[in-house]
């Protein structure tokens, strides 16, 4: 799926949910935990960033910036896998499960759901990329490459120790032996805990 369709995909359903009648303007706070499936909710997260949480572990699956569609994955389903956490101070439009389904259906919207849907599968299989590797030490590279491979003005926010704990059950001393380990070899350059050059790995 091309990138700027999901993201005329994630316009267009904001602009219908912000249009409705049925959906209110919802302000969370840095730190603020948002569970979806209890609230039975459906958000257009306008500005900010959250991080989706497994809830059999606390462990961080994605980080999601505005704009987008969150809610999706647990809209037709029983289990609460899932919880939300915001990164930042966050502006969203709320709509129950059921309205938004009745919106869906009256604007023809099922389409862009699916897409944005078939995104964030994409990006929980490539969270599990990560995770299959053999050895703390590859999974902790697989980390940093995908960290070098983020928008810049992304990953110079990013720490590395905090991307990689809040992802995996991996000791920090573990990552910094391995990061420690890269950075001698010349392999990578860390400024403050944030990754500012890398070479191929």
């Not at 900010?48 to 999601?64: A, H, Q």
């Not at 869906?104 to 699916?114: D, E, G, M, P, R």
């Amino acid at each position: 799926m091309f990138q700027k369709e999901i993201e005329n995909a994630v316009v267009l359903v904001g602009d219908e949910m912000k249009k409705s009648d049925n959906a209110w303007l919802s302000l969370r706070k840095k730190r603020q935990r948002i569970d979806l499936k209890i609230d039975g909710n459906i958000l257009f997260l306008e500005k900010g960033t959250v991080s989706v949480y497994r809830v059999e572990n606390d462990l961080v699956t994605v980080s999601i910036s505005a704009p987008a569609i969150l809610g999706l994955p647990q809209m037709r389903t029983e289990v609460a896998g899932h919880y939300l956490r915001c990164d930042t101070d966050c502006e969203m439009w709320a709509m129950s499960v059921q309205n938004a389904d009745l919106l869906f259906t009256a604007k023809n919207l099922w389409k862009q759901a699916f897409d944005i849907l078939t995104h964030h599968l994409q990006r929980y299989f490539q969270r599990e990329a990560l995770q299959s590797h053999r050895t703390i030490r590859e999974q902790i590279i697989e980390h940093v490459k995908y960290i070098w491979a983020m928008e810049p003005d992304v990953r110079e926010k990013t720490s590395v120790y905090t991307f990689i704990l809040t992802r995996n059950h991996i000791s920090r001393s573990a990552i910094h032996k391995v990061l420690q380990e890269l950075v001698n070899d010349g392999k990578i350059t860390l400024n403050r805990g944030k990754l500012s050059f890398c070479t191929p790995l």
